[in-house]
């Protein structure tokens, strides 16, 4: 994501990642000049890590428009236990004038990536058997360690509200179900950025609602090798190719419209290894 949209819609593009093999790889790909950065770190010390990386008095993110995303299903490879601190810390990042985007895939596509994603790509999660699948919670934990939960938009939209956050704009985009909110304040007006306004005018719009589904993962992912992601997911973009076109334009339409209402806008994103 940063790689494809930072180098014109955001000043300054971050990514972040907990396994050191994807900020390596990151790294080598950054072309002269660009205004990507990627750094090895924690997601749930987020903030901490940017006001190391970006001292606050010299201006560069903070004083930003600041849209905070996790897209290609990194929530759903994060462990239980430490979603709930991500969640938190990215919309402490964004602010109330900020923007925090989901890119989920879909619970209603799990059936089907079982067997025409998962089963065709072994080098990612390993084989398994029926018995490593759970339909009624669109989780799929293999032998290998390899674990993933799929989200339905009736859970995206759960999660948000429990968070305290305001859906601006909840899509379900085929295998992808994608989430724009914002944090809110005890005394919040929405009138400072016109966050809201600018939001759901461009994005929001009526959606069915698909069966619920609650995460039980965990994962090994600081070790996880850059070659079994990028072969599966990107490399044979067969599968997911247009979810990574509609997720890439969904945020940079968002960030646009900020722009055009004369923000400065830049982009972190949280697990820019997947």
């Not at 072309?31 to 006001?51: F, H, K, T």
């Not at 005018?201 to 600081?222: G, H, M, N, R």
């Amino acid at each position: 994501l940063v790689n494809s949209s930072g180098r014109h819609a955001f000043r300054v593009a971050v990514g972040v990642d907990f396994n050191p093999h994807f900020i390596a790889y990151c790294n080598q790909q950054i072309p002269e000049g660009s205004r990507e950065r990627y750094i090895q770190g924690d997601a749930c010390q987020l903030v901490n890590l940017m006001n190391t990386t970006f001292p606050p008095e010299k201006g560069l993110l903070w004083d930003d428009v600041r849209v905070v995303a996790c897209v290609g299903n990194t929530i759903g490879i994060i462990p239980q236990q430490l979603k709930d601190k991500v969640y938190r810390q990215m919309l402490e990042l964004a602010g109330p004038k900020g923007v925090v985007i989901m890119a989920y895939w879909n619970a209603s596509w799990f059936g089907d990536a079982v067997q025409n994603f998962y089963h065709a790509n072994p080098q990612l999660c390993g084989s398994f058997k029926g018995d490593s699948i759970d339909l009624n919670t669109a989780t799929l934990t293999t032998p290998s360690g390899y674990c993933t939960h799929w989200t339905s938009v009736t859970e995206a939209r759960t999660v948000m509200e429990s968070l305290g956050a305001e859906i601006l704009a909840i899509r379900d985009k085929g295998k992808g179900v994608l989430v724009a909110a914002r944090k809110l304040t005890d005394e919040d007006s929405g009138s400072s950025l016109g966050t809201t306004q600018l939001a759901k005018q461009a994005w929001d719009e009526a959606l069915p609602e698909v069966q619920e589904a609650k995460a039980k993962t965990d994962s090994k992912w600081s070790e996880f090798p850059v070659e079994k992601w990028r072969s599966a997911v990107y490399v044979n973009r067969a599968y997911f190719g247009q979810l990574c076109t509609d997720t890439s334009d969904f945020i940079v339409n968002i960030a646009e419209k900020f722009k055009l209402s004369g923000n400065r806008v830049s982009l972190v994103e949280v697990g820019c290894g997947t």
